[in-house]
Every structure is written in structure tokens, then in C-alpha cells.
């Protein structure tokens, strides 16, 4: 199975800050690579799809970028309803895996 | 509005079965790949099996596999995943995924239903 590791696990920051999440592939996955942010008693909701593109309704200050093993996620000015776990996910292989999330609290 | 409905979680005895449902709506069901992840207590997302459109191809996580069968009922708009010989480990919230077209990623959850193992 394809690996994917996050950094870090968790993060604190303040609102209007810009916040740069890291997911790192075991082998590469060209850019299958997608993510997702769920708040505490929800489902997750799909951000960022085939390494960049930006889902439908999700605002813009969210962004994705990188190809092969790494991959970065921005969020360029957080806002308060942004403080939520993230969590990438590989879309290469026939069994996804996800990273082991990344929790955002605020400062 | 597109959405999926999870049903049948519960309480349940080390070695005892459940069958989880997923309706769907709002969409064409039987045009789209569908997949289960789950969630235990406080633990990530981990990726538990997938169904292709027509229901003929399946793939499992090793962690189920022989335990969980995955299927679907087109007609009905139903998907369904069959837990047989459960285990503690295996308890987590059950979510049903939509597989985009054509980005591979799951666009649509479901609420999820919760199934504890414990005797």
C-alpha cells in the first residue's frame, strides 16, 4: 500500500494567518492526489482534487499544489470556520489511503 | 439535492454480523463507483472496500477482506456493505463515498452510522 504521511499532526494559528499543510507520498502518484477537511461530528468534505483543483464551492483562499511524493495545502488568510482537521488522500493505486490528519487550532 | 443516507449501525458481539446501507439520491446511482471508509474513536480515515458501477468488480482493505462483502442494488439506489465475524478493532463510524468523475475523489459523504463491537 502507498503511504502517506502529513506534517505536521497538528498546528496552531491564528485567524488571518496563511497556514501551509505538508503530505508526503511513499512512492509516487503522479498528482492523485486530493483533500479533505472535516469538522468534529461530520463527514469530511472534499477540498482540493487531483492535486490542485479546487472543488466546487469551496472558497479560494484554499489551495493545493505538487506532483509525484510531495504535495502542499494553503490556506492563504484562515478563517474562523477553518479550524478543522485535514486530511490528504492518494487516488493512484486500486486501495486509497489517507494521511493521518492534521489538526488546526486556534492560537 | 444529491445525498447519501447510512442505515443499520449499532451495538454488536465480538463474532456477530451487520449489514450497513446507503441510499442515495439526487444523482444517478448506478453511473458512479462508491466506496466505505471508517473512522474509529478519535483515529483518522482509513479506507475499507469499493464497488464498481455495475456492481462487478469489488476490491477490500486486508483488514476485511473475507469478513466484509460490499454490494449494491441499482435499482433501489442502494449500496451495501455486509460485516461478518467482527471484531473490536472494528468498531468506528461507517461513512459511504462517491467517487467523482472523472477526479477519483470521494465529492460525496454520507453522514455516517456508528458501529461498536463489544460484548
Known amino acids: 500500500d502507498i503511504q502517506m504521511t502529513q506534517s505536521p499532526s497538528s498546528l496552531s494559528a491564528s485567524v488571518g494567518d496563511r497556514v501551509t499543510i505538508t503530505c508526503r507520498a511513499s512512492q509516487s502518484i503522479s498528482s492523485y492526489l486530493n483533500w479533505y477537511q472535516q469538522k468534529p461530528g461530520k463527514a469530511p468534505k472534499l477540498l482540493i482534487y487531483a492535486a490542485s483543483s479546487l472543488q466546487s464551492g469551496v472558497p479560494s483562499r484554499f489551495s493545493g499544489s505538487g506532483s509525484g511524493t510531495d504535495f502542499t495545502l494553503t490556506i492563504s488568510s484562515l478563517q474562523p470556520e477553518d479550524f478543522a482537521t485535514y486530511y490528504c488522500?492518494?487516488?493512484?493505486?486500486?486501495?486509497?489511503?489517507f494521511g493521518q490528519g492534521t489538526r488546526l487550532e486556534i492560537k | 439535492e444529491v445525498q447519501l443516507v447510512e442505515s443499520g449501525g449499532g451495538l454488536v458481539q465480538p463474532g456477530g454480523s451487520l449489514r450497513l446501507s446507503c441510499a442515495a439520491s439526487g444523482f444517478t446511482f448506478s453511473s458512479y463507483w462508491m466506496h466505505w471508509v471508517r473512522q474509529a474513536p478519535g483515529k483518522g480515515l482509513v479506507w475499507v472496500s469499493r464497488?464498481?458501477?455495475?456492481?462487478?468488480?469489488?476490491s477490500y482493505a486486508d483488514s476485511v477482506k473475507g469478513r466484509f462483502t460490499i454490494s449494491r442494488d441499482n435499482a433501489k439506489n442502494t449500496l451495501y456493505l455486509q460485516m461478518n465475524s467482527l471484531r473490536a478493532e472494528d468498531t468506528a463510524v461507517y461513512y459511504c463515498?462517491?467517487?467523482?468523475?472523472?477526479?477519483?475523489?470521494?465529492?460525496?459523504w454520507g453522514q455516517g452510522t456508528m458501529v461498536t463491537v463489544s460484548s
Open positions: 464497488i464498481n458501477s455495475d456492481g462487478s468488480s469489488t
Open positions: 463515498a462517491r467517487v467523482s468523475i472523472p477526479n477519483d475523489a470521494f465529492d460525496i
Open positions: 488522500q492518494q487516488s493512484y493505486s486500486t486501495s486509497p489511503t
